[in-house]
């Protein structure tokens, strides 16, 4: 029985116990910090999953699908289709919309990178997107309408050309301009999380050893005969 055995191996037991239970936490709480920490294996595969979703899916904030939309009435002359694809430029505009609101209120203005982007995407690229939308609606669909009328495309492409296709490239100029700044914020972010991360490691395997020495001695007493 334990209070039969010498002091000594009481006493290895006392200290061995706690020290390799710590070292077993220390060990399982790293392994899982490696999993899940910035550019672990897990996080690689949840930013692998995320990049061939924005791969794939058409950027609610940039207008691209609504000009390729544009080039699409401009080319038809057939009313269904034309509905058709009136109300999928709706629906674009109805989602520009909504990721402009959420932006609005996402990015910090105190933060000097985020303020830029804010300005790239907020207010430039906004307001040649809001024109552009408007555009549409007051020259660019009573012109393809007159094209349908007539069996022509002449007159929805030269609005498509003199009106949409300006808008459309200062809007993606102003977004053009604002992507290395979300790549520098994002690499910053990573950066940042990863630090803090290694911390809070440290913080924990130095906490588990001064509670291990901190409860030696009470250990030893309680096994002591």
Do not use: C
């Amino acid at each position: 029985m334990l209070v039969r055995r010498s002091i000594p191996v009481k006493l290895a037991l006392a200290v061995g116990i706690p020290v390799v239970a710590s070292l077993l936490f220390a060990l399982l709480a790293l392994r899982t910090l490696q999993q899940v920490r910035i550019g672990g294996a897990q996080y690689d595969e949840l930013s692998e999953s995320n990049d061939l979703r924005a791969d794939i899916l058409p950027p609610p904030y940039y207008i691209v699908e609504s000009y390729l939309t544009a080039q699409l009435l401009a080319e038809t002359t057939d009313a269904a289709t034309y509905q058709d694809l009136r109300q999928q430029m709706t629906q674009h505009e109805l989602d520009y919309v909504a990721a402009h609101d959420r932006w609005v209120t996402g990015l910090d203005l105190n933060d000097a990178g985020q303020a830029e982007i804010a300005r790239l995407l907020n207010d430039d690229a906004f307001k040649a997107a809001t024109d552009f939308y408007a555009k549409v609606e007051s020259d660019f669909y009573p012109a393809v309408e007159s094209d349908i009328r007539g069996d022509s495309t002449e007159a929805g492409h030269e609005v498509l050309e003199a009106v949409l296709l300006p808008l459309y490239l200062q809007h993606r100029g102003s977004v053009v301009e604002a992507v290395p700044l979300v790549e520098r914020q994002t690499a910053s972010l990573e950066r940042g999380a990863t630090r803090s991360a290694q911390q809070g490691y440290s913080v924990l395997l130095l906490a588990l050893v001064a509670l291990t020495l901190i409860g030696m001695p009470f250990v030893v007493r309680t096994v002591q005969p």
